[in-house]
């Protein structure tokens, strides 16, 4: 392959809006496939070049990132995504689960580490503007992310389940579920500004 194949190759996957690390892993998949659909068909660039890219159809397909954004994206980076969003999902339940159990076994202890917890979160997010690490704009797109927004549903709808099957209706948004869903905001909110601060992809840009 020449320069101008390998151009091709590199302007139709930046089509495809992917990130850094993803373009450069379908990038080097590129190449090597057609090279090898070159050498073993003995095909010129541009067939092996279609056929490629039909193998890979699926996955570059563009799809919505979120049910809650507009965004679209290739079908393999929503893949990656969407994983991602469920480990930091997960991390933060274990988070609920923990602050719940903390407390029904000392009260005082888990108001102590709960404004812990919030203070360290401001003081990171205080550092992260400071040094210029995040912008106010980001931190915007950040407090109304899809993933947090469906985070948001789901505990209006959970919440207020789960007192009506404890028999507390009369009191719809009751402690310590109420703490717990902060704990949980919290939690991937934290996540969202580490990961948005090491630049790795969380649908903002």
């Known amino acids: 392959m020449n320069k101008e194949n390998l151009k091709q190759i590199e302007q ?13 892993e379908v ?27 039909i193998n890979w159809q699926s996955e570059l397909k563009m799809v919505r990132a979120d049910i809650f954004s507009f965004r679209r994206i290739a ?19 274990l988070f609920c689960l923990l ?8 009260e005082d202890l888990y108001l102590a580490i709960q404004g812990c917890f919030i203070t360290l979160h401001l003081l990171f ?12 704009s980001d931190y915007q797109r950040i407090s109304f992310h899809p993933l947090l927004l469906r985070s948001l549903l789901l505990i209006l709808i959970i919440v207020p389940i789960l007192n009506i099957a404890f028999k507390t209706h009369d009191h719809i948004w009751e402690f310590p579920l109420n703490h717990m869903a ?24």
Do not use: C, P, W
């Not at 139709?12 to 450069?24: D, E, P, Q």
């Not at 602050?99 to 000392?106: D, R």
């Open 12 to 24: 139709y996957l930046k089509s495809k809006n992917l990130s850094s690390a993803i373009f450069t």
């Open 27 to 53: 990038y080097d998949h590129f190449v090597m496939q057609i090279s090898d659909f070159m050498l073993k068909k003995e095909v010129g660039f541009q067939e092996a070049f279609i056929h490629t890219t």
């Open 75 to 93: 079908k393999i980076e929503k893949n990656l995504l969407q994983m991602r969003f469920r480990k930091m999902m997960l991390l933060a339940f």
């Open 99 to 106: 602050s719940g159990t903390l407390f029904y076994l000392n």
């Open 125 to 136: 997010l205080l550092y992260s503007f400071i040094f210029g690490k995040l912008s106010f």
């Open 182 to 205: 902060l704990t949980f905001s919290v939690v991937l909110q934290t996540q969202l500004l580490y990961y948005r601060i090491k630049k790795v992809n969380i649908l903002l840009s």
